[in-house]
């Protein structure tokens, strides 16, 4: 089976996350058809497939997800979201970029890597959510999980996310950015504006605070990674009337944080940052992410190299975007993440050039060759 004639397939299973809508069943049977172990794991509802083939030598997983986000207003698609269609050299449907085009061009390549007669060189595996795009909870992590206890830890990975901004080549990603989310309240005593001794507002130190954190600087990045970054998403009184002095602000804000820090130093920092401003705050931090990072070495070159082979382009190593089941991964093994075009990704009339998503399976034969060769 072609590439495109595959993921029309899975784009006609309208698997919204989490429901998985058939997509798995279909690449599991696709996969079983080359000689394939499959397993659906099925954790909290959530469907997962972990698929492999051969027990020995060096061990390369893909990983990836058929759950796709929310096709939003169905009257504003050209051809509707799951109704894949071919017009001009360009396949549109949601996931065809994010991500199950490379989901099945990473398939079709193994295929063909197996026809041509590479086995007992190794082991493919394939780790394949249904939650990337949801909470993620039962989703990766828990297949990890799984793998641990059935022995079947990689020793490279490589997710298919799309990782360039309009034409293969441009970048493949060998880290992330971590992600810390904050919500800071300030407290006072409610009053009336013409009675303010009376009262405590609590919003001008809640501007300081926040005009602290927006003004410090956390560092200059690094060798891959850009300085770390904090922005205010949201300031909320609650406050409807213009004589009140209101009880509470608060504000939310995020942190995308380079290799320089973990959640819990830049947990310390932030507090010694208020605290030089004020004791009365009230602070919640989330880690969702810590940063990860892929020493440039063998595995990032066999991907690199792959890459240049078929487009000509040297890739450049990047770490920017939001987060990604990368960040499971790493801790495990090297992780490298190299994929299809992201310009479309979770819009309307999400798409793929069919000579992208070829390309795209020619790259990942040629990391199969040079991986196990």
């Known amino acids: 089976m072609d590439v495109v004639t595959f993921l029309q397939k899975l ?6 996350t989490p429901d998985d809508a058939g997509a798995q069943v279909l690449l599991a049977g696709f996969l079983a058809a080359q000689g394939f172990s499959c397993h ?5 509802g959530v469907p997962n497939l972990f698929a492999r083939i051969g027990n020995s030598g060096p061990h390369l997983c893909y990983a990836g997800h058929t759950d796709v986000v929310p096709p939003g207003p169905l009257d504003q698609w050209t051809y509707g979201p799951f109704n894949p269609t071919i017009k001009d050299g360009i396949i549109y449907g949601r996931g065809a970029s994010d991500m199950k085009g490379s989901v099945a061009a990473f398939a079709v390549a193994a295929a063909h890597y197996l026809k041509a007669g590479h086995t007992g060189e190794g082991s493919i595996s394939l780790l394949i959510t249904g939650d990337e795009e949801g909470s993620a909870i039962h989703g990766t992590r828990r297949v990890l999980d799984w793998m641990k206890e059935q022995n079947h830890i990689p020793d490279v990975a490589l997710i298919g996310e799309p ?5 293969l080549g441009q970048e493949i990603k060998i880290g992330r950015r971590g992600s810390l989310t904050g919500k800071l309240v300030a407290n006072g005593k409610q009053g009336h504006v013409a009675y303010q001794d009376l009262a405590d507002n609590p919003l001008p130190r809640l501007i300081k605070l926040l005009n602290a954190l927006c003004d410090y600087r956390f560092d200059e990045g690094t060798q891959f990674f850009p300085p770390t970054n904090l922005e205010v998403v949201s300031i909320d009184v609650g406050n409807s009337a213009d004589n009140v002095i209101p009880q509470s602000g608060r504000a939310s804000f995020n942190i995308r944080f380079n290799d320089l820090w973990t959640g819990e130093t830049l ?107």
């Open 40 to 44: 659906h794991l099925p954790f909290e």
């Open 11 to 16: 784009i006609a299973c309208p698997s919204v």
């Open 267 to 373: 947990t310390d920092k932030l507090r010694d940052i208020l605290n030089a401003v004020s004791e009365h705050y009230e602070l919640t931090l989330t880690c969702g992410a810590e940063s990860f990072l892929t020493q440039p070495g063998t595995w990032p070159d066999v991907v690199r190299d792959a890459v240049h082979d078929i487009t000509g382009k040297t890739p450049a190593y990047t770490t920017n975007g939001g987060t990604s089941d990368a960040r499971f991964i790493a801790p495990i093994c090297p992780v490298i993440e190299c994929g299809a075009i992201n310009a479309t990704v979770h819009q309307i009339d999400e798409n793929a050039r069919i000579s992208d998503l070829e390309d795209l399976t020619r790259i990942y034969i040629r990391i199969l060759e040079r991986y196990f060769s």
């Open 163 to 167: 990782t360039n901004p309009s034409a």
